[in-house]
């Protein structure tokens, strides 16, 4: 049993690096010539579990609410200098918020509310519909989503190597994004947009659920570990096989059998009616 422990430990601690493993930009040239953003995702392999399916005016209510931020960024910061303090991470997050990001946000959530919520237009298509330039529509993206209400997702699609890339695997296509109002910023909206809070029980009980889900990931199998955490194909493919060899492995050590099981002095299959006291 403690060496099941330790095998486990190590698996998880592995795992832990290779998912967090930043990647860095060494600047040497791109061998591929492919313009493809790190943590990009191939397209049509994530999006049914991305996209919101969102409620009947639930894109309005986000829309008013990042306004209603827009018009308390200044009260919040004069209150933090009137009261000798630095800002919160929560009333920083909350001057972040600029006229174009509003601008933008609109524009996605119209998308969102039309589009079934399947939000995935070119930064080209933005610039259009709002008018603002390249740098000033990314800038909004980026504020958004710092601020907590824009999840944005990079994407690639395959592609067939050229002459010119004969390495090039992939492709750079649009984003996908989806639209939430964070719970750190309610505390900023007036009483009237805030939403009615919760039943304690009602609490209580989503607390206890999550704690549940929590313990029993910590029992789960390396692979099954591997299989729900790691995203990636490839190093999915190496994790696994490794994480069946160390179960192959661990289930010889302790394989005694059990005698009671095949018990054959008396009538009757298994245990029952094999034992008089069965």
């Known amino acids: 049993m403690a060496v ?4 486990n430990a190590s698996f998880m601690v592995l795992e832990r690096a290779v998912q967090q493993r930043a990647r860095a930009r060494s600047g040497a040239p791109n061998p591929t010539r492919a313009k493809v953003h790190p943590n990009s995702r191939v397209a049509g392999s994530f999006e049914d579990d991305f996209f919101y399916s969102y409620a009947k005016g639930e894109t309005d209510r986000i829309v008013k609410n990042a306004d209603e931020l827009l018009e308390q960024k200044n009260a919040v910061r004069r209150l933090a200098r009137a009261e000798g303090r630095e800002l919160t991470e929560a009333e920083r997050l909350v001057t972040l918020i600029t006229p174009a990001a509003v601008r933008v946000l609109k524009k996605l959530a119209t998308l969102a509310r039309t589009c079934a919520g399947k939000v995935f237009p070119t930064w ?8 603002l330039a390249r740098a000033t529509v990314g800038r909004a993206l980026a504020i958004l989503a710092t601020m907590g209400i824009l999840d944005k997702q990079r994407r690639c699609v395959p592609i067939e190597p050229t002459a010119e890339r004969p390495k090039a695997k992939y492709e750079q296509t649009s984003n996908v994004y989806r639209m939430r109002f964070p719970n750190r910023l309610v505390q900023f909206l007036p009483m009237r947009m805030r939403p009615v809070p919760l039943p ?12 549940d889900i929590a313990a029993m990931r910590l029992w789960r199998s390396p692979r099954q570990a591997v299989t729900e955490d790691i995203e990636d194909a490839g190093l999915r493919r190496v ?18 059998p059990l005698l ?6 008396a009538d009757g299959v298994g245990l029952v009616g094999q034992r008089f006291d069965a």
Do not use: F, H
């Not at 080209?124 to 008018?131: D, L, Q």
């Not at 304690?200 to 704690?211: N, S, T, Y």
């Not at 060899?245 to 661990?250: G, H, I, S, Y």
């Not at 009671?260 to 002095?265: K, V």
């Open 4 to 7: 099941t422990s330790i095998a």
């Open 124 to 131: 080209k298509w933005i610039e259009e519909k709002t008018g």
């Open 200 to 211: 304690e029980d009602v609490v209580q009980r989503e607390a206890d659920r999550v704690e």
């Open 239 to 256: 994790l696994l096989s490794l994480a069946a060899a160390m179960e192959k492995k661990e289930s010889q050590k302790n394989g005694q």
């Open 260 to 265: 009671d099981s095949y018990s054959l002095y």
